[in-house]
């Protein structure tokens, strides 16, 4: 089975064949993996998918945001990339992960308003990495299980993606199998720009789950495995930190193909890079315990954000660029000024290591996530 990609959208070059497959069945999920093929990249047209305390360090000033906690949910969110599409579009539901079901959280008030239950046939087991908002009634859903098909061996998962009707609490479509072939790691969801990104071989494979259409994006200066990728909103920029090579990422002009600088000054391994939403500046969260922020362009360090006590897992702007949120192992969740680099809050309700952090789109929101807990804050 292959994408159907006679039509590319603009920007999109002709795809000769899937590194996805969908599937009509689950038992239908080959026991040998099928041979890897390619598809042919010129760019994707990259745009955006359109629990209770104070905290515990106050602003200095009246102008400046005040957020409090607004719960914790068992749980987690995207351990591994961005939990920015857990928000709906609108602000006001919080998807959250608990064991093989969902629970939407309602916002801005708090609870669990509906509990969802993916399943998927001949399938036992499913353990979901992520589900993200694709539309505000339509769920994309990551994970893996182990298959249970009469007359044969069970067997464990690739990567599955399949979409989740919210008012129907079902599936909508086929699941596809991501990633056909093997090998490639890692493999993200980038909620911003709404796109599977996947890597292998010096190629980086980008598969839009809507329209079922991919491509790739090879560069020469691709030598090794990434083991972190992070594209710009707009798509011209890549920022890649090599996996047992240097902690500096490397940034890729994808339009020019070409490399273009280092982010310089990292002192442990880099476990996050954010872009801001208007591509003028990128965060790196580092395990050497700083957030950097860095411009986008000249590629010169702003900022180096100081304060938490261990590594900082993540980092990420708020919608309009004003805030940085952090999540460290040292439990805390950090409100940052990105204009200046100000801390202005240290959120300290987490019992637990936060792994990964996002606003929601208004920015009104802050959620954090720990392998166990998803906490929520909200902006006063």
């Known amino acids: 089975m292959t994408m159907n990609c006679s039509s590319p959208p603009a920007r999109l070059g002709k795809a000769r064949s899937s590194l996805v497959i969908r599937l009509s069945s689950l ?49 987690h969110l995207a351990l591994n990339y961005s939990p920015a599409a857990a928000f709906s579009p609108d602000s006001r539901t919080l998807a959250v992960i608990s064991g093989q079901k969902i629970a939407l959280v309602q916002l801005p008030q708090g609870g669990v308003g509906k509990v969802l239950k993916p399943h998927l046939p001949d399938l036992a087991d499913l353990n979901m990495d992520s589900a993200n908002f694709i539309s505000p009634t339509r769920l994309l859903i990551l994970g893996r299980g182990v298959v249970h098909a009469k007359g044969q061996p069970e067997r464990g998962t690739p990567l599955l993606a399949f979409q989740w009707f919210i008012d129907q609490d079902s599936q909508i479509g086929k699941t596809d199998v991501v990633g056909v072939g093997g090998g490639f790691s890692p493999i993200l969801y980038l909620p911003h720009i709404g796109r599977v990104a996947m890597y292998k071989d010096s190629k980086v494979v980008i598969w839009d789950p809507n329209s079922n259409r991919g491509g790739e994006l090879s560069l020469a200066d691709f030598a090794h495995r990434p083991g972190l990728l992070s594209f710009s909103p707009t798509g011209q920029w890549l920022a890649r930190v090599e996996a047992n090579a240097s902690p500096d990422p490397m940034v890729l002009d994808t339009r020019e193909k070409r490399f273009v600088d280092v982010l310089s000054g990292h002192h442990g391994s880099v476990l996050s890079v954010s872009f801001s939403g208007d591509d003028q500046r990128v965060a790196t969260a ?40 952090s999540a460290g192992q040292d439990n805390t969740m950090r409100i940052w000024s990105a204009e200046d680099g100000r801390l202005l809050q240290t959120l300290e309700e987490s019992r637990e290591p936060l792994l990964t952090v996002a606003f929601s789109p208004d920015g009104n929101e802050v959620a954090a996530s720990s392998e166990q807990a998803v906490l929520l804050w909200a902006r006063q």
């Open 27 to 75: 038992a239908s999920l080959p026991l040998v993996t099928c041979r890897l093929s390619l598809v042919t990249l010129v760019w994707l047209a990259m745009t955006a998918p359109q629990a209770w305390c104070q905290t515990a360090t106050a602003p200095t000033s009246s102008s400046e945001p005040v957020f409090v906690s607004h719960g914790r949910v068992e749980g």
């Open 286 to 325: 580092c395990e050497d315990g700083n957030v950097r922020i860095y411009s986008v362009g000249d590629w010169k360090l702003l900022h180096t954000l100081t304060g938490h006590v261990g590594p900082v897992h993540w980092a990420e702007f708020s919608p309009d660029g004003t805030l940085i949120a």
